[in-house]
């Protein structure tokens, strides 16, 4: 293995690892936000012990996610310093954003709201949680933005004297039409992993005589988590249906590879449901396909042109010459690998369902307060929020592999995006420590997370409900609430 090649399976590692915990951490800080408001509102001692047992859990979660983050970042000047030369002065902008206001607004406002609780009146407080929300949202507004520019680079000039993107148009960047679709259908999807998360967690202690006499409260939380991720997954599929079309525009290569498209259809293109291609994913052997369905999705109408791979990779060649780094790719310059694309499309798309209708079942099964025992309900839960994050992650491999050989699409190719002063000792080290650092922290994080999980929530103690000019308690140290 070259440092190429070590690079890549480091950046794919820490991704996808860091965005296990995302999804959770954006859609759980709103469903605690709403369990909270739900409280104040109804003053139901339910919703207030739902708001502290997945407090907990989303603690753990943020924490994690904020120490792989981290390391995500860093790793660009690591591994990729020709690639961040070439995009800093674009990237600059949305990602400093994104740190100084966007992560401490999280970071401040979480803080007010695990210590606020005997400190802050009940309103304030809750706007807390609120505010960690509208942070978790902005944060993943500006670093989206920096993805959608490397998949459709806009408001940007060439400089030939230095190499590199500069930035002329920053509105352009945060409105890029890729970021527009991209960043809904991530967002749903992430209320929709957190809906399942809240189902699955209710589900199994609904199921454990240890926590009999709480039923009552893991009901509630199972039928609200299914309704939640019901809800998130219809936006989930409305907002990756408009994303195809969105793709095809700006990425055809992509959508093609997507569905192993090797020929342009002029028309009524079919949807693959399941391909056999050759092993170097050149060809196709064997397909079962629904006709017309790829036109319409890729353009909204079934006699809509679909280009395929072969006539795509000529074009590409005509227009950007041939790719320096074509022998690196199974198929050919310009092509991605097609069955890690094909397949994990379609990962992407089958757990997605499955959670969805997993969620829509448990709704349908739970209905006007019926208690289902049989053991495959609690299993069936269980496995939801599994299905939800592999899907994320899914969607993630097939929208970054799906964009090669191009780390900007159209204008920087992967090889030349490597630092070109690393060894392969130096690469293949610090590969093998952060993946033995992110297994350790994978331990720690499921460990806590059964722990506290099998606990359950705590009995329901009446918070008090303080107000700002009450000085009866200015000497009491602030406490840790859970």
């Known amino acids: 293995m070259d440092v190429l090649d070590i690079a890549r399976w480091q950046f794919g590692i820490i991704?996808?690892?860091?965005?296990l915990f995302v999804p959770i951490t954006i859609g759980l800080s709103a469903m605690i936000a709403g369990f909270q408001t739900a409280w104040l509102r109804t003053d139901n001692p339910d919703y207030l012990r739902l708001t502290k047992f997945f407090g907990k859990l989303f603690l753990i979660n943020f924490a994690l996610g904020l120490v792989t983050g981290i390391v995500q970042e860093f790793q660009f000047g690591m591994n990729w310093s020709d690639y961040s030369r070439f995009v800093g002065d674009i990237f600059?902008?949305?990602?400093a954003i994104e740190g100084l206001l966007a992560f401490f607004l999280e970071s401040t406002f979480l803080g007010l709201w695990i210590f606020g609780w005997d400190k802050l009146p009940r309103k304030v407080h809750l706007a807390t949680i609120w505010?960690?929300?509208?942070?978790?949202?902005?944060s993943s507004y500006f670093i989206l933005a920096a993805n959608s520019w490397m998949q459709h680079p806009v408001g940007y000039t060439f400089n030939p004297d230095t190499g590199r993107a500069e930035l002329t148009d920053f509105w352009a960047v945060m409105f890029n039409k890729v970021q527009l679709v991209t960043f809904p259908h991530v967002v749903l999807s992430a209320y929709l992993t957190a809906g399942v998360f809240v189902v699955g967690v209710g589900a199994y202690l609904y199921s454990r005589d240890k926590h009999a006499g709480d039923r009552g409260l893991y009901h509630r939380a199972i039928r609200i988590g299914a309704a939640v991720t019901l809800v998130a997954g219809l936006g989930v599929a409305f907002s990756g249906d408009v994303q195809g079309k969105i793709m095809t525009e700006v990425q055809p290569m992509k959508m093609a590879a997507a569905e192993a498209?090797?020929?342009?259809?002029?028309?009524?293109a079919p949807f693959s449901i399941f391909t056999v291609g050759t092993p170097d994913g050149t060809s196709e052997k064997f397909a079962?396909?629904?006709?017309?369905?790829?036109?319409?999705l890729a353009t909204g109408s079934f006699d809509g042109k679909v280009e395929g791979i072969n006539q795509l990779r000529e074009q590409y060649e005509q227009k950007y010459g041939q790719d320096p780094g074509a022998a690196y790719y199974s198929a050919g310059g310009y092509v991605p690998v097609i069955p890690v694309t094909y397949w994990s499309f379609r990962f992407m798309i089958g757990l997605g369902l499955f959670a969805a209708a997993g969620a829509a079942l448990i709704l349908f099964l739970t209905r006007r307060g019926r208690t289902?025992?049989?053991?495959?309900?609690?299993?069936?839960?269980i496995s939801l929020p599994v299905a939800a994050v592999l899907a994320n992650s899914f969607g993630w491999i097939f929208t970054e592999m799906g964009r090669q050989p191009w780390a900007v699409f159209g204008l920087m190719t992967t090889e030349r995006a490597v630092s070109p002063g690393v060894s392969v000792f130096e690469a293949a080290t610090s590969l093998i420590i952060l993946t033995l650092l992110y297994a350790a922290l994978a331990i720690v994080e499921l460990t806590l997370l059964i722990h506290y999980i099998k606990r359950g929530a705590d009995p329901f103690e009446e918070p008090p409900n303080p107000s700002f000019g009450d000085k009866s308690d200015d000497d009491a140290a602030l406490t840790f609430a859970y």
């Not at 505010?131 to 902005?138: C, E, K, P, R, S």
């Open 261 to 268: 498209l090797y020929d342009t259809k002029e028309s009524c």
């Open 92 to 95: 600059g902008a949305p990602l």
């Open 131 to 138: 505010l960690v929300h509208i942070g978790t949202l902005a």
């Open 15 to 19: 991704t996808v690892y860091h965005f």
């Open 372 to 381: 289902p025992t049989n053991p495959w309900f609690a299993r069936l839960a």
């Open 288 to 296: 079962v396909t629904v006709p017309c369905m790829l036109s319409f």
